[in-house]
């Protein structure tokens, strides 16, 4: 079993957003696109990999990107806590 389309599933919608965002004019972020780079960011940050792949694949991308590692101002936009949890083995159905 392999997790991989689904970590990279995850990247590619956050980077598309993350494209959206960078292609725009200085000034105003539109409601839609502030809301799109939120959401696939917490998606990706809150999805737990299931093999050790999905945990490379996802920590590569995470550390190349200002949302999850600080940018310019240094500060994240995700807390110690959400970064590490995303890591976490996934949650076992009892």
Do not use: N, W
């Not at 392999?2 to 004019?25: C, F, K, N, S």
């Not at 999905?54 to 991308?61: F, I, N, Q, R, T």
């Amino acid at each position: 079993m392999t997790d991989l389309p689904t970590v990279q599933a995850l990247i590619d919608a956050h980077r598309a957003a993350m494209e959206r965002y960078d292609g725009l004019p200085d000034g105003d972020v539109p409601d839609d696109i502030e809301a799109e780079m939120t959401s696939t960011g917490e998606a990706l940050c809150a999805y737990r990999p299931a093999t050790i792949e999905g945990v490379h694949l996802k920590a590569e991308y995470m550390m190349s990107c200002d949302v999850f590692v600080g940018g310019e101002s240094g500060e994240p936009e995700f807390t110690q806590a959400q970064l590490v949890s995303g890591f976490l083995p996934p949650l076992l159905s009892v």
